[in-house]
């Protein structure tokens, strides 16, 4: 087939801004995607760096003395060594209890002006093996006011709060999808009133709805793929600039340990572009063919 | 063969525009369609070209009835038909020779053949010079030659013409009147509808006369009945 265009699309003021369109809203679906697929793998990070230990906290009890907390202490300690799908167990010093309560305490925490908790670590080996009603149970019985802490709360309500912000960020992917079909719709039928006389001369020298639907397909193709192009290196170069900002920003804190986007969701990232174009492609198609259904 | 039986034609729900129309046209016939301005020429036309369907009566074109002929299967009976409108309506962005090649690109044919048939039919008509002009650049005379190099590139079973010498001196239009009756020797079924009784009286081929609607036609057209007899013997 020859490369002549046989609608005069390209003068259309609809299709001129098809591109700019287009692109904006690739530029917003890279970064919500980017953002939904960073959600996701702080999630799982979360997930799996909480799931794999246990806090034993045990708050001097009034009344006691110092001999007979740790003897307290001592016995938890013991207890929880044995319990079964526990691993290794340690007793936190009070230099590292100090260090964890210093950003809300200062510094100058004295340990003899402010009873400090003995907290034990435990790391878990088999997490279902792991009763941890039991335990609580039973380090109860040696100190009251024992409290074992899984992290589950904690996690289950940020990991909570991930999903549904995963969940916005894929609802905005879909909505800017929604409006790029709109757009390419209203756009294409735009161009078929504008052109209805070129399209029944077409029509009456024989040309099929399809050759008239492949002129409008390939126009859109083309313009939005340039949009989307565009769009997508806007947005790469946003995520790039944001990354930086935030290593800057975090140093070596923990934060610096931010899950990246690895390779398979850059390509992934990388195929908004290609796919954003041939949904556009497929809009405009269907548009003209059902609007042509209904002529002779 | 075309055939139409009592056909009327009404668009929207306005007046009947086409009355009781009924005719045949054999294969390879010659016709002019003649009658005053409004008498309903283009509106027979449009359905001869198949831009309209009948509000009522029966159309057969190229022995396939229209009223059974679904949507899919028309631009292949268009594709046999070549028509040279009144108006020329050739496609403004395009070249004289984009214009002229546009119902064999239609069709699939391959560009190597496209050029050689274009550029031989564009110097036949005399617009070799002006293959890559746009239309509006062109004089009317001018753009009628395009407008009948498209409607016969694809050699037609069925050429419909409405005033196609309208804008070209007499000697262009006798050269072009020449150029249909070739295609009509080739077995090209023929129909002009013109205002023109110097063309009519030139060349003597029998005339359909409309008026108000209603169509004469002549012996040659009206073998309705000899057709149906036909199909009874069968």
Do not use: C
């Not at chain 2, 190099?149 to 050429?159: D, F, G, V, W």
């Amino acid at each position: 087939m020859a490369r002549t265009d046989h609608l005069p699309l390209s003068t259309d003021p609809s299709t001129k801004l098809m591109p700019w369109l287009v692109g904006f809203l690739v530029f917003i679906a890279v970064l919500a995607t980017s953002g939904s697929m960073l959600l996701t793998g702080l999630a799982d990070m979360w997930d799996k760096g909480l799931s794999g230990s246990v806090t034993i906290q045990i708050p001097p009890l009034e009344g006691d003395s110092e001999v007979e907390t740790t003897a307290k202490t001592e016995n938890i300690l013991e207890a929880v060594q044995k319990t079964q799908g526990l691993g290794e167990v340690r007793l936190l010093p009070n230099t590292e209890i100090i260090e964890l309560l210093s950003p809300w305490l200062g510094e100058n925490i004295n340990p003899e002006n402010l009873p400090l908790p003995k907290l034990i670590e435990a790391e878990i080996d088999n997490l279902e093996a792991v009763d941890f009603e039991e335990l609580n149970r039973r380090l109860r019985a040696i100190s009251p006011g024992a409290i074992v802490d899984s992290h589950d709360v904690w996690r289950d309500h940020m990991i909570g709060l991930l999903n549904i912000l995963r969940l916005v960020g894929l609802s905005v992917v879909a909505l800017v999808t929604l409006s790029g079909v709109i757009m390419v719709v209203f756009a294409t039928r735009g161009g078929l009133v504008a052109h209805n006389e070129v399209i029944e001369v077409l029509h009456l020298i024989g040309a099929r709805d399809s050759f008239i639907a492949r002129q409008f397909q390939s126009h859109v193709f083309w313009a939005a793929l340039k949009g989307a192009v565009i769009g997508a290196i806007l947005s790469f170069g946003v995520i790039w600039g944001l990354a930086e900002m935030a290593n800057n920003l975090t140093g070596d804190s923990n934060l610096s340990t931010l899950p990246g986007l690895d390779t398979t969701q850059l390509v992934i990232l990388g195929f908004i572009a290609p796919i954003a174009s041939f949904i556009a492609m497929y809009a405009a198609r269907r548009t003209v063919l059902t609007t042509l259904q209904k002529i002779m | 063969m075309i055939r139409f039986e009592n056909v009327g034609m009404r668009y929207g729900a306005g007046p009947e525009i086409l009355r009781d129309i009924t005719f045949t046209l054999a294969p390879g016939s010659f016709h002019f369609l003649t009658g005053p301005s409004g008498a309903g020429k283009s509106s027979l036309l449009r359905l001869l070209y198949l831009a309209y369907r009948p509000s009522r009566g029966l159309i057969h074109i190229f022995d396939k009835d229209l009223a059974t002929t679904p949507r899919e299967k028309l631009p292949i009976l268009r594709r046999k038909i070549g028509v040279v409108f009144q108006d020329f309506r050739l496609l403004d962005h395009l070249s004289a020779f984009d214009n002229v090649a546009l119902p064999l690109r239609i069709s699939g044919v391959s560009e190597k053949q496209v050029q050689k048939y274009v550029s031989e039919l564009l110097d036949w008509v005399g617009l070799t010079h002006h293959i890559n002009a746009k239309p509006r650049t062109l004089s009317g005379g001018q753009k009628q030659r395009v407008a009948i190099a498209r409607a016969i590139i694809s050699r037609p079973k069925l050429l419909l013409a409405d005033e196609p010498t309208g804008n070209v001196d007499d000697e262009m239009g006798v050269r072009l009147m020449y150029l249909f009756q070739e295609l009509n020797k080739h077995g090209t079924t023929v129909l002009i509808a013109t205002h023109s009784q110097h063309l009519i009286d030139h060349f003597g081929h029998p005339v359909m006369h409309i008026e108000d609607g209603t169509l004469e036609v002549p012996a040659s057209a009206s073998g309705l009945k000899r057709y149906q007899s036909m199909e009874e013997s069968v």
